[in-house]
């Protein structure tokens, strides 16, 4: 795949709600949008992600009466907490906004008039359910009933989830509040609507024939829309409603979903003000359509609106129309739908405060492949493939042999490798394909298969040999060392989109910092290694039960139970007893002891330089650690066949620094890792500091 002239993109993600935080089924759509615009950076176009919260509708307001305080107060609290969990997973937006603006309010304004004088509006009086009990009309999200259309029960007032049908609220089969549980009434009022029908041409002609959809969404619309006279689109809510008032229908206000992706625009009109730049360029086509790129990221379950609603807006206000909507599946965990009953109904938040949120990147990107298959979060599958593959096969590559080049840098010239980097430098443009599609798996594929290339490459030359032949071996260890090198930054280079902190560190390391696409072409040679330094940290089971942990609770009365769309949660209680420790029952605690007993233990952390097989044994590791400066101990560490000595090397190890050296046969243990073991364990479990701890500081 080759490109050469520059593109302009515009690319958005559907607008969170701001009625809730954000959790893991939210982030597969922003991290997948994040991951293609920056890759369409580092190829070198002009790409500007533009987002903004969703701040309208009842939910917003009945919340905020709840809680005392104005909506305005409310949403800018929410919006606070969607930045920070959004940037505390590297979604770097160009900007983002609020839908509750002025630059909104007057666009909608301006979108509005224009489907006035396209004929598009018309009024007339509808049923809408009242609940007498909140004193409220209820929103499409406030009432459930069945299906007017296939008779699915427990569907939302707006469309269906088993049959994809949309209708009114006033519709569906005995339907409930879901604010009060009360049997709704009927009322009349008066509603605009916008006619949907008379565009059905340019629909039928944009959804099927424009490329802008994948064909299982354009033969989705077809079959079950497009075959027939489209529904009018029901566009005001009578007050009280929190939302922008419809200027030439007082006391009415238009409904949420009409100012919502009028937000995409606004922001953008905002984005260009801040960066001198020409709003009308970007929402305003041209003669030469192919100028600038709109693409739309969504869910499935907001398809009818983007793909339907949302053109017809564009077109009868003479704006750009996407060149792609991207629509996305739903998230699973353990292959369920998130519960908070099981622990799985993970908040943004919490996995932030145990979890690498980079693993949870790459993990996403192996399974997202660019259709509407939803995607599940099998947590040991997580765990697994973000050790192997991460630490595995990506850090370990740097950290087995970066080591030996912090001295005398890479080679002056790149050595013969085989044509290893060659054909790294070939896969480029699979990847970038990959990336360009959507189509994330197949690229971490290609990543991973040159991962094993290189790591096969080390494993052949075995460079630890090399460093203890010394001076006679010192050339040819510089080199195998400068191509392993070589290769752990090409694949930084195509891993850069999906990781990009593990790739500002590994251009701390060795390179500088990488901000091109083609800087996987061309070797680096002669340039400074810096002293390698741990990148990633495994994932441990404990902390994946720390994230479970603290997202259980019982949901019953839990009014906030709710996915990405605003459907209910399975509220299964998990009623499995905890079982007891099998530990603790063979291996009673100790005695009590004084905090004067517990100092007499000198507890450093130290890091490992060396760790090879000790044959002759059947338990022992040989490791040689460093306590910081030129204080190195020897260890005799009975963890042989739990680890495997090259993945020790670079990691820090806690070690009892001040026990009394012991004389073995195979040499002098001059002190102990600590690591945890027991009844009931299948390992034995090395403890490792917090990222940030350097050797020889001590435990207290």
């Known amino acids: ?106 666009l909608c304004g301006e979108i509005w008039q224009s489907l006035r004088d396209a004929g598009l509006v018309a009024s007339r009086d509808v049923q809408q359910l009242f609940d007498p009990v909140a004193g409220v009309f209820l929103a499409d999200r406030f009432v459930k009933g069945g299906c007017p259309r296939c008779g699915a029960a427990d569907q939302y007032g ?87 008032e419809i200027p030439d229908f007082p006391g009415h206000y238009w409904y949420v979903w009409f100012d919502a992706p009028i937000g995409y625009v606004a922001s953008t009109a905002e984005w260009a003000a801040e960066n001198n730049e020409s709003f009308e360029q970007w929402w305003k086509p041209t003669d030469d359509h192919d100028a600038i790129e709109i693409h739309h990221f969504i869910g499935k379950d907001i398809t009818y609106f983007h793909t339907l609603f949302w053109p017809a807006m564009l077109k009868a206000a003479g704006l750009r129309l996407p060149k792609s909507v991207r629509v996305h599946g739903f998230l699973t965990v353990n292959g369920q739908k998130m519960s908070k009953s099981r622990g799985t109904f993970i908040l943004a938040s919490t996995w932030l405060e145990h979890v690498d949120p980079e693993m949870l990147r790459y993990f996403y990107a192996s399974k997202i492949s660019g259709g509407i298959d939803d995607i599940d979060l099998d947590l040991d599958d997580f765990i697994a493939k973000a050790n192997a593959d991460v630490v595995g096969k990506i850090v370990n590559l740097a950290s087995r042999t970066m080591r030996w080049l912090t001295e ?63 001076d006679e071996a010192a050339a040819e260890l510089q080199d195998v060392a400068s191509i392993a090198v070589n290769l752990f930054r090409q694949l930084m280079v195509y891993l850069t989109p999906v990781m990009p902190a593990l790739a500002e560190e590994a251009g701390r390391l060795v390179g500088g910092s990488i901000d091109s696409w083609d800087a996987a ?79 007499k233990v000198d507890l450093r952390v130290a890091k490992v330089l060396t760790a090879e097989e000790v044959p002759e044994a059947r338990k022992l590791l040989k ?72 050797p020889g500081m001590r435990l207290r």
Not at 542 to 550: D, G, P, R, S, Y
Not at 576 to 597: G, H, K, N, R, W
Not at 682 to 689: A, K, N, T
């Open 158 to 244: 707006d469309s269906c989830e088993a049959c994809g049908a949309t209708y009114s609220p006033a519709d569906l089969v005995d339907p409930t509040s879901t604010l009060s549980g009360g049997v709704p009434e009927v009322r009349s009022a008066e509603h605009l609507f916008v006619e949907l029908e008379k565009m059905h041409s340019f629909l039928d002609e944009w959804t099927q024939r424009s490329g802008s959809l994948a064909a299982p969404i354009a033969n989705y619309l077809a079959g079950h829309f497009l075959g027939e006279p489209l529904r009018d689109w029901d566009i005001s809510r009578p007050a009280p409603y929190f939302g922008f």
């Open 408 to 470: 005398s840098g890479l080679s002056a010239a790149y050595p013969d490798d085989g044509g290893l980097f060659a054909r790294g430098a070939a896969d480029g443009d699979e990847i970038a394909a990959a990336y360009e599609a959507g189509d994330l798996a197949r690229g971490m594929r290609v990543i991973m298969q040159a991962a094993d290339r290189a790591n096969a490459f080390v494993d052949e030359r075995q460079p630890w040999k090399l460093a203890k032949a010394g």
């Open 521 to 599: 072409k061309t070797p680096l040679v002669g340039c400074p290694v810096s002293p390698f330094r741990a990148l990633k940290a495994r994932v441990t089971p404990e902390q994946i039960a720390a994230v479970l942990a603290a997202s259980q609770q019982p949901t019953e009365t839990d009014p906030a139970s709710t996915n990405a769309k605003g459907t209910s949660m399975d509220d299964t209680a998990d009623t499995t007893p905890v079982s007891s420790s099998p530990t603790l029952t063979a291996e009673p605690l100790a005695e009590e002891c004084t905090i004067d007993d517990f100092a």
């Open 1 to 106: 795949m080759h490109e050469s002239a520059s593109r302009r993109i515009l690319v958005t993600s559907a607008l969170p709600y701001a009625n809730g935080h954000i959790h893991l089924g939210h982030l597969v759509e922003y991290i997948q949008t994040d991951i293609f615009v920056r890759f369409q950076k580092l190829r070198g176009h002009q790409a500007i992600y533009i987002c903004a919260d969703d701040t309208h509708g009842t939910a917003i307001m009945l919340r905020a009466q709840a809680e005392g305080r104005s909506e305005t107060d409310l949403i800018a609290d929410m919006q606070q907490a969607h930045r920070a969990d959004f940037s505390g997973f590297h979604v770097a937006f160009d900007h983002y906004g609020s839908t509750n603006s002025p630059t909104n309010q007057r």
């Open 623 to 694: 490791l040689t650690v460093s306590l910081g400066g030129d204080e190195t101990r020897t260890i005799f560490a009975g963890i042989k066949g739990y680890h495997d000595p090259a993945t020790l090397v670079g990691r820090h190890v806690v070690v009892v620094a001040n026990l009394a050296p012991r004389k073995m046969k195979f040499g002098l243990s001059e002190g102990m890792v600590v690591a945890a073991s027991g009844e009931g364990a299948d390992g034995v479990y090395l403890i490792s500091p917090e990222d940030g701890a350097l």
